[in-house]
């Protein structure tokens, strides 16, 4: 098993600066992808970044390409998400989650997950 919590959510203003951190524990997750997805109202959760725990290999979607920016701290286990230039569609709960697979984007390929934390940005 392995035991994924998020934290740092929040209200933000557009324009403004938010990090999430998940903190990973139990099994070897080493060998893991980890994933930060979002899931807005109405809407299918979907990968926002993705990056493997070895090697430090990400994957971005278009939406957050050039605003976000996924990491990981080895000696902390934990990973990161930090988002700039935040607009008002980035509002979501977001959520960690870790695959023993590659940089999928699909949600199916990702076995666990965080409990989410909810992002805000007010226009």
């Known amino acids: 098993q392995v035991q994924l919590v998020e934290s740092g959510g929040g209200l933000v203003q557009a324009g403004g600066s938010l990090s999430l951190s998940c903190a990973v524990s139990?099994?070897?997750?080493?060998?893991?992808?980890m994933g930060w997805f979002r899931q807005a109202p109405g809407k299918e959760r979907e990968l926002v970044a993705a990056?493997?725990?070895?090697?430090?290999?990400?994957r971005y979607e278009d939406s957050a390409k050039g605003r976000f920016t996924i990491s990981r701290d080895n000696a902390e286990n934990t990973v990161y998400l930090q988002m700039t230039s935040l607009k008002p569609e980035d509002t979501a709960v977001y959520y960690c989650?870790?695959?023993?697979?590659?940089?999928?984007?699909?949600?199916?390929?990702?076995?666990?997950w965080g409990q989410g934390t909810q992002v805000t940005v007010s226009s």
């Open positions: 989650a870790a695959s023993s697979l590659g940089l999928y984007s699909s949600s199916n390929y990702y076995s666990y």
């Open positions: 990056i493997r725990w070895i090697g430090g290999n990400t």
């Open positions: 139990g099994r070897t997750f080493s060998r893991y992808t």
